[in-house]
């Protein structure tokens, strides 16, 4: 049982900043968990962590990949993970995992987790070019492959928002490679892990490692704010000639004959479409009067796409992540520290952080997670009873704001918002109700 120490949580927390601290203090090494941030170059629009705010720590899977490359599968990330850290052990050294991508650390940790998302065998498994040179739907349009998968496997068809290219290309690859649906797959791991956590007195599952999860959590207001203000000095910072650059590398991709899928890779990074109607406008018409309205147009698209990244990432921790570890009976290894205030961020996650990790490496009794904090007592209780709530299934698109839902749930909170309420209020000055007429 070799300790591991994980830190995961919204973008804007500080995670990397905590890995350093405990990692110059407990003789560690730390291993990148960010999709984004294993591209090479482009330190800003990545926001990776500076040379000087490394402190001479190494970093692993830290832009190591090639910007043409296609971001790591699970099973790749857990593959070189696991290496890396049987490394940093052998070194003597402590190795923490950190990153913004869940699905890296949830494949890392959970064995049933690499099944889920890639029920494929790490060997002998075909590449996604093989498969596509095999079965050329894959390189289709968003709309034949949704078609493709709705014949084959209506189940997941339904399942995923018609925008999510990349599930559904995941669910029609699964059939082609395995020759089942993935459906049928789901249901099998559904069933076998009800039988597996029937029993209350059930053992935790022994894993090569001594887990201690630290996640960073900041109130949403907060934290909005807060990116808003980054975003703003990654503007400052030259973002948009780095921007510029990536743009350039894709339409020269482009040019070449590359068929660039623009649901997957660097090309994902938030501020890249953000600001590529100013960035075309640049090239096009250099001396055009919108050019100020369409980059602070940027400028605020970015913060929009940032907010609600964040905000996805509570939620995959909410419904993904919390599930897994009260299955797993690893919940009360999770801390999750406060990070709302940043004048008090070295006392309540710096040294709250490093004085777990210290018990945790001195095998000393540990707190409860709920007493770290009002914060996390309040949060933690919240979240626990939102991953525990079923969500009702459904698959409704609004006529009047043009958008998908997959759960009763979601719906009805969009058909209450105040943002349909103001489409439906102008789409019907413009359209009135027939019994208006």
């Not at 899928?261 to 890249?272: A, E």
């Not at 913060?303 to 909410?318: F, L, N, P």
């Not at 004085?355 to 626990?384: C, H, I, N, W, Y």
């Not at 006529?399 to 309420?421: D, N």
């Amino acid at each position: 049982m070799e300790p591991l120490v994980v830190i995961f949580g919204s973008t804007g927390t500080g995670k990397s900043d905590l890995a350093v601290e405990l990692a110059t203090r407990f003789n560690g090494e730390i291993i990148n968990a960010d999709a984004m941030q294993m591209y090479k170059g482009l330190p800003i629009i990545t926001n990776k962590i500076t040379v000087d705010e490394q402190r001479g720590i190494p970093h692993h899977l830290l832009g190591n990949i090639e910007l043409d490359a296609d971001p790591w599968s699970v099973v790749e990330f857990r593959r070189e993970a696991t290496r890396i850290i049987s490394e940093i052990r052998a070194r003597g050294k402590l190795p923490i995992v950190v990153g913004g991508s869940a699905y890296y650390i949830d494949g890392l940790l959970f064995d049933d987790r690499l099944v889920k998302d890639e029920p494929l065998p790490e060997a002998d498994c075909p590449t996604r070019e093989e498969l596509v040179a095999r079965f050329p739907i894959l390189a289709g349009s968003a709309e034949a492959i949704l078609e493709k998968l709705r014949e084959v496997d209506p189940v997941m068809a339904n399942r995923w928002h018609p925008n999510d290219v990349r599930k559904i290309r995941n669910s029609l690859e699964i059939f082609f490679t395995t020759g089942r649906r993935a459906s049928e797959i789901y249901a099998e791991q559904r069933i076998q892990k009800q039988s597996k956590w029937a029993s209350p007195d059930s053992e935790p599952v022994q894993k090569p490692w001594k887990l201690l999860l630290f996640w960073l959590y900041a109130r949403r207001d907060a934290l909005n704010d807060r990116l808003d203000k980054r975003v703003d000095k990654m503007v400052a910072n030259d973002l948009l000639n780095e921007t510029a650059e990536l743009y350039d590398h894709y339409l020269a991709r482009i040019a070449s004959g590359d068929a660039v899928d623009r649901t997957r890779g660097i090309v994902q990074s938030i501020g890249f479409w953000q600001f590529e109607p100013y960035l075309h406008a640049l090239r096009q018409t250099p001396q055009s009067p919108d050019l100020a309205k369409l980059k602070q147009a940027g400028i605020e698209n970015t913060k929009t796409g940032t907010r609600r990244y964040a905000k996805y990432q509570v939620r995959w921790i909410t419904m993904k992540t919390m599930p897994s570890l009260q299955e797993e009976k690893v919940i009360d290894k999770l801390y999750l520290l406060d990070g709302t205030n940043v004048e008090t961020w070295q006392t309540e996650v710096a040294a709250k952080g490093a004085e777990l990790t210290r018990k945790f490496l001195a095998g000393e009794q540990l707190p409860q997670p709920a007493d770290m904090s009002e914060t996390a007592r309040d949060v933690l209780a919240l979240k626990v009873a939102e991953s525990n709530r079923p969500a009702t299934p459904c698959n409704k698109t609004c006529s009047i704001c043009k958008k998908t839902f997959l759960t009763e749930e979601s719906w009805q909170i969009h058909m209450s918002s105040k943002k349909h309420a103001k489409e439906d209020s102008q789409n019907t000055s413009v359209y009135p109700h027939p019994e208006s007429q």
